[in-house]
């Protein structure tokens, strides 16, 4: 069975631009839920979702927005980029939503300059 | 929110050595898993453990979930063991799957 799958796995973009990360959920994991990985914040939770529907947030401004479509399948866009996103960003997968374990996808590398 | 304490914050082991690594939780969690991240950046799952004991080869953890901790054991450790080890909690209270990580343990097994 195929692992998460996120791509592009390195992306380069510039200060003010928009950014479109994507995540295909292992077969049959109908949760997506989406972490940061910096230095100095560590790994820290997103956004979360569950039958195309967001089911909780993190603490991350309105610039940071995602979706999921029919197929579980989700995207994430980060608007008008700052230095500061630079990160690792990382999908997960789970079976159901609530108490299953997450399956991470490789993750994409994201640098602001 | 719920926050996350693991230690040691490092550790070197030399092959076959064994080690405990440890998570306490400042609040009781329903949803606890240990993640281990390779040099690559990987991030598998261990365990999803949110009481009790289970055991994977050379790993084991237990949750005392009363107590608001977690312990790994990695017994005869190797070098592919090397990496950052999270551990991760989180309550589910029907709204989602929100997992607060810890800051890892960073270990490095050496021949």
């Known amino acids: 069975k195929a692992g998460v799958t996120q791509t592009p796995r390195y992306l380069i973009k510039t200060r003010g631009q928009q950014v479109t990360l994507s995540c295909s959920p292992i077969?049959?994991?109908?949760?997506v839920s989406w972490y940061q990985q910096t230095p100095g914040q560590g790994l820290q939770f997103l956004f979360e979702y569950f039958s195309e529907t967001q089911r909780n947030k993190g603490n991350f401004p309105g610039r940071f927005s995602g979706r999921q479509f029919s197929n579980s399948r989700s995207e994430m866009n980060v608007s008008t980029l700052e230095l500061g996103d630079s990160a690792l960003y990382l999908c997960a997968s789970s079976l159901v939503i609530g108490n299953s374990p997450l399956h991470f996808g490789n993750g994409t590398r994201l640098t602001v300059t | 929110g719920i926050q996350v304490e693991q230690s040691p914050p490092d550790l070197i082991l030399q092959e076959g050595a064994n080690s405990t690594l440890r998570c306490n939780f400042s609040?009781?969690?329903?949803?606890l898993q240990w993640f281990h991240q390779n040099p690559w950046g990987q991030l598998i799952n261990l365990f999803y453990?949110?009481?009790g004991t289970k055991q994977n080869g050379r790993l084991s953890a237990t949750t005392v979930a009363t107590e608001r901790y977690s312990l790994l054991y990695i017994s005869s450790s190797q070098t592919t063991d090397s990496g950052v080890y999270f551990c991760a909690g989180g309550t589910f209270t029907g709204g989602g799957n929100k997992l607060t990580f810890g800051t890892g343990t960073q270990l490095k097994v050496e021949l």
């Open positions: 077969s049959g994991h109908r949760s």
């Open positions: 609040d009781s969690v329903n949803n």
């Open positions: 453990i949110p009481s």
